[in-house]
């Protein structure tokens, strides 16, 4: 068996817990794409066994999140788990909010939290700051494309946030409180989509279980990878196959058609997924191969 799973992780679950959870399940190697926050809910995609080789392609795309801002106080981890180091009587109104939220979109510039899986010298910045140290870190771009207010709560608000790879949305929240004058927290966070994962087809840990014990061949819940990507369908002639699984290039001769240049496609021979590959000086490359 091979696939991808769309996990609905729950709080309180770490994102490498969620992995192993599928690990023991299936017995595969298993990797996830996307970490979210232990108490962070919502879209994980899961790699399994061949499926690994995938990441880079299968989890690229916008991610969406709803997330709570909550007004008054700061904490170390920037989220609801941490220890208070800041309070605050201001409570900025829904008109200042939305007027402040058009700065935060597009390309912008954000300094990584303290408590992330960032490396410094080798070690995690969560383990750096759960030891009471604390160095410097460079600020890095990202985008953010979209951010709208969904709704008010008595001491903040809830926000939808698309974005793309590398976005901190604690640090994004406490960035928005903190330019309107005031200290704020991520209350709490739910992740809708990453690429083609939507939160509307993700099955929760219990209702995997249940389908892995029905299915044990993984039919209905261990899903094709190419099914999450973008990526033009080429299908490989039959007479071409012994050339494409020993990594000759293909000309267009090899093929039902030829996509256009430099352009990622999903590979296909008999009809079944077997690669990425990229199109380039009229030559279809393998990138990664799925398929043995």
């Given at each position: ?113 303290m408590y992330s899986a960032i490396k410094k010298d080798g070690k995690r910045l969560y383990t750096l700051a759960r030891q ?59 992740r809708e989509q990453v690429g083609n994962f939507h939160i509307n087809q993700a099955l929760s840990p219990k209702e995997l ?48 058609s030829f996509p256009k240049e430099d352009t990622l496609v999903s590979m296909y021979l008999q009809d079944q997924f077997f ?18």
């Amino acid at each position: 068996m091979n696939g991808v799973i769309n996990l609905l992780k729950p709080p309180g679950m770490t994102s490498f817990q969620a992995a192993s959870f599928v690990h023991r399940l299936t017995g595969l190697k298993t990797g996830h794409g996307g970490t979210l926050d232990p108490e962070a809910a919502g879209v994980l995609p899961i790699l399994a066994g061949r499926a690994t080789k995938l990441f880079d392609y299968i989890v690229e795309g916008q991610k969406v999140y709803v997330a709570g801002l909550q007004f008054g106080v700061l904490t170390d981890t920037q989220d609801a788990q941490g220890k208070v180091i800041g309070r605050s009587s201001v409570l900025p109104d829904r008109q200042a909010i939305e007027q402040a939220l058009p700065a935060f979109e597009g390309d912008i510039m954000q300094t990584p939290p303290m408590y992330s899986a960032i490396k410094k010298d080798g070690k995690r910045l969560y383990t750096l700051a759960r030891q009471g140290v604390e160095v410097k870190r460079e600020a890095r771009q990202v985008r953010v494309e979209k951010i709208d207010y969904l709704f008010e709560e008595s001491d903040g608000c809830t926000l939808r946030i698309v974005c793309g790879k590398g976005v901190y949305i604690r640090t994004l929240l406490v960035d928005i409180a903190s330019f309107l004058g005031a200290l704020g927290i991520m209350r709490y966070l739910i992740r809708e989509q990453v690429g083609n994962f939507h939160i509307n087809q993700a099955l929760s840990p219990k209702e995997l279980e249940t389908l892995a014990n029905l299915y044990p061949d993984g039919q209905g819940w261990l899903r094709n990878p190419d099914d999450y990507l973008n990526y033009p369908k080429v299908q490989v002639k039959e007479e071409s196959q012994k050339k494409f699984k020993n990594g000759v290039p293909l000309t267009k001769e090899d093929l039902f058609s030829f996509p256009k240049e430099d352009t990622l496609v999903s590979m296909y021979l008999q009809d079944q997924f077997f690669a990425i590959g990229q199109a380039k000086d009229l030559q279809i490359k393998t990138l990664v191969r799925y398929q043995l």
